[in-house]
């Protein structure tokens, strides 16, 4: 008993972070029993995490020697395999694991804390491709789920996916979904990413069908939103590509929905949906008490492919609150419609421009057909993707029939080249935002080939301090730098298309003519970190505060109207 209680006292200190004094009371205890692996083991813990790893790694190696209950050596390998791992010693990990491991099938975890450390070790043993202890671990840990924390359901979900163990995570998410929908939702989206990294992509498309199935509707709980905040429904398409954060495929995505996810100090509350991809929900319905409905389902070429720009129509005309950027109104901004709306404004150069798709057989014949149609040069791109990616510049017939044979009959867009190079050496894309029917100046964008998104585009900043200070001045006065005939073509391009908010990509010819890049929704119309070298950030601070304030007063506004709507209905 007075062991019992001199080792409660211990682990209450180092439960404090009073790590000094703990490990003092270890020590004694350890004089006392020397080949307890329980107390050996923690005071390796404790050095460990007061960073003696070399003395931690002696006491660890002393308490796995000793062995003991599955819990206790899982809990000191673990600790023991972390050292080397933030020594940079992974190579050792597979033997070491391999070495300690106890025969299976494990005992359970008894309690929170040691279902971490299964998890723990679990992971680096994946990471480490080493012995297969993960499996036993994982099985381990589904025997004691009622133990396990919330962050820990989704460490497990993570690890089920990762081992490609599709049937217990589907019973590990029902059981838990069950009692909690929208942890369930949580679980399947912190499982897609992790299986499609370990290549399991049929559990990577079972979370994709699941979420837009099962659990289509995220509600934003946030303390202090419940029946005061005005509710704002987002319309969401899943991403087309590799999974992304919870946050960003909830929010934003490459628009200026980005924004919701900082919006935690304002009257707004956001509840997203996830439409289209492989699944459709059964039914389409608008949760309660909605006040404004955001249509992010930005991409129209996109939208239409994956099914969520009917889906977002059949939503929009339900609604009874106000739409902002109505989904039919998203149509009118493909490539093509774009194209076809914008032309004939004075002063605006629009490409000509073909979407198609063609037999790789046939590549020759279609490569002449695309020459005689636009010219050369032209510019083969992908459709639904943006950043410069998949795009070729043809000079040739040649070049042409190459570009369309790499698509391999999927769609593909072929436009006209416009040449925007004024300096040498040295092209410029300009972007406007228009929000509201305000314009707002985002960024200029420079490059040292044609495609201003291809690698290594950060770097003339970074030898151009004057390109630095003209990106400036372009944000901080749009108009005064483009003047007044640029701005009355953009006003043109902003009355023929004439939604709540979207973004305008464009260049100068060399008579001074604005050569249009594209025009609609699903552009990021905010400033972000550069994810290279440099924080693009600083100079373009005034620009992010602009558009981040008029589209918050436009969310405001608009939701104040639909909440008034609503009670009035309702009255």
């Not at 350890?30 to 923690?42: H, N, T």
């Not at 709980?221 to 590509?241: F, I, K, M, N, Q």
């Not at 032209?378 to 070729?392: A, C, D, L, Y």
């Not at 029939?401 to 769609?411: C, D, S, V, W, Y």
């Amino acid at each position: 008993m007075a062991r019992a209680s001199e080792l409660a006292a211990a682990l209450a200190l180092h439960r404090e972070g009073r790590l000094e004094e703990a490990v003092e009371r270890y020590e004694a205890i350890c004089r006392a029993a020397p080949l307890d692996p329980d107390v050996v083991g923690l005071i390796g813990i404790t050095q460990q995490q007061r960073g003696r790893l070399e003395v931690a790694a002696r006491w660890l190696d002393q308490a796995l020697a000793l062995g003991g209950p599955d819990r206790l050596v899982i809990r000191n390998l673990n600790a023991r395999a972390i050292i080397e791992k933030e020594a940079g010693r992974l190579k050792t990990l597979p033997e070491m694991i391999a070495r300690h491991r106890p025969a299976g099938p494990l005992d359970p975890p008894a309690e929170a804390a040691d279902i971490g450390a299964y998890i723990s070790l679990a992971l680096l043993d994946i990471a480490t491709r080493g012995d297969a202890l993960a499996d036993d671990l994982a099985t381990a840990c589904l025997a004691s789920i009622d133990l396990a924390t919330p962050v820990q359901w989704r460490q497990i979900a993570v690890l089920l996916a990762s081992l490609g163990r599709r049937d217990d995570l589907e019973a590990f998410t029902t059981e838990i979904g069950n009692d909690d929908p929208e942890m369930a939702r949580t679980l399947w989206l912190a499982a897609w990413p992790a299986a499609e990294k370990a290549s399991h992509w049929d559990i990577g498309a079972t979370a994709r069908f699941t979420i837009c199935q099962k659990y289509p509707v995220l509600r934003d709980r946030r303390p202090g939103t419940e029946g005061t905040a005005l509710r704002v429904l987002v319309l969401r398409s899943p991403p087309p590509h590799l999974p992304v954060p919870e946050v960003q495929f909830n929010f934003g995505g490459n628009t200026i929905g980005t924004f919701i996810a900082g919006y935690h100090e304002t009257a707004l509350a956001f509840d997203s949906y996830i439409l289209g991809g492989s699944a459709v929900p059964t039914t389409v319905e608008t949760p309660d008490g909605i006040d404004l409905i955001f249509n992010n389902v930005a991409n129209a070429e996109l939208a239409v492919a994956t099914g969520a720009q009917a889906m977002a129509e059949t939503i929009a005309k339900r609604a009874q609150v106000p739409v902002l950027n109505p989904p039919a109104e998203i149509l009118k901004t493909t490539r093509v419609a774009i194209a076809r709306l914008l032309d004939g404004i004075e002063g605006l150069v629009v490409p000509k421009i073909v979407n198609a798709r063609c037999d790789p057989r046939r590549a020759a014949s279609a490569a002449r057909r695309l020459v005689e149609q636009l010219g050369l040069p032209m510019i083969v791109r992908s459709v639904n993707e943006h950043g410069g990616r998949n795009m070729s510049l043809c000079m040739t017939v040649k070049e042409v029939q190459t570009a369309l044979t790499m698509f391999e009959g999927k769609p593909f867009y072929a436009i006209e080249y416009v040449d925007t190079q004024v300096e040498q050496g040295v092209w410029r894309k300009f972007r406007m935002a228009f929000i509201d029917g305000a314009p707002f100046a985002h960024k200029l964008q420079f490059g040292e080939t044609w495609n201003v998104h291809g690698p290594g585009w950060y770097e003339i900043f970074e030898r151009r301090a004057d390109l630095v200070e003209e990106e400036t001045r372009f944000v901080d006065d749009g108009p005064g730098y483009l003047g007044p005939e640029a701005m009355a073509t953009l006003d043109a391009i902003r009355k023929r298309i004439d939604l709540d908010f979207f973004g305008v990509d464009f260049a100068f010819d060399s008579a001074g003519k604005m050569v249009l890049f594209e025009a609609n929704a699903a552009m990021r119309t905010v400033p972000v970190w550069d994810s290279k070298k440099r924080q693009r950030m600083a100079h373009l601070e005034g620009t992010r505060k602009r558009i981040r304030g008029a589209f918050e007063r436009l969310l405001l506004r608009k939701a104040q109207e639909g909440r008034a709507a609503r009670l009035a209905t309702a009255h």
